[in-house]
């Protein structure tokens, strides 16, 4: 009985540390797949134009690597503007009205044979 007693208080602890919220649908990670160091991620809604956007990345995204972008209670909805700078071109890609509620991760890939930038959503 002592035992007992003593798992349900580590139960009832280790449930009261857990968070009650469930992370935001939005919320989603970042792999670059493209071959290619990414300097410059953002995302904005699309009501903002293209001209409003921050950088969701603290340093430069090197390929085989991720980022796990979190959205903030003030932002709304689920479609959203992506962008990408690269690190050593002055090229950028941008993807329009992707909603974000769908999947939780973002695979970015580049095709040499065709040059574009692309993402696998999961």
């Given at each position: 009985m002592k035992y007992f007693l003593s798992?349900?208080?580590a139960?009832?602890?280790?449930?009261?540390?857990?968070?009650?919220?469930a992370a935001d649908a939005r919320n989603v990670t970042v792999v670059n797949e493209t071959g290619y160091a990414i300097k410059f991620?953002?995302?904005?809604?699309?009501?903002?134009g293209l001209d409003?956007?921050?950088n969701e990345l603290d340093k430069v995204l090197q390929n085989q690597a991720s980022t796990y972008v979190e959205f903030d209670d003030d932002d709304e909805g689920c479609v959203w503007n992506i962008?990408?700078?690269?690190q050593n071109y002055e090229e950028a890609v941008l993807?329009?009205?992707?909603?974000l509620c769908k999947f939780t991760?973002?695979?970015?890939r580049y095709d040499s044979g065709t040059k574009t930038t692309s993402f696998v959503a999961e």
């Open positions: 798992a349900l208080i139960i009832g602890l280790s449930i009261a540390a857990t968070p009650s919220f991620l953002g995302f904005n809604a699309p009501d903002d409003e956007w921050d962008r990408v700078d690269w993807w329009k009205n992707v909603n991760a973002l695979r970015l």
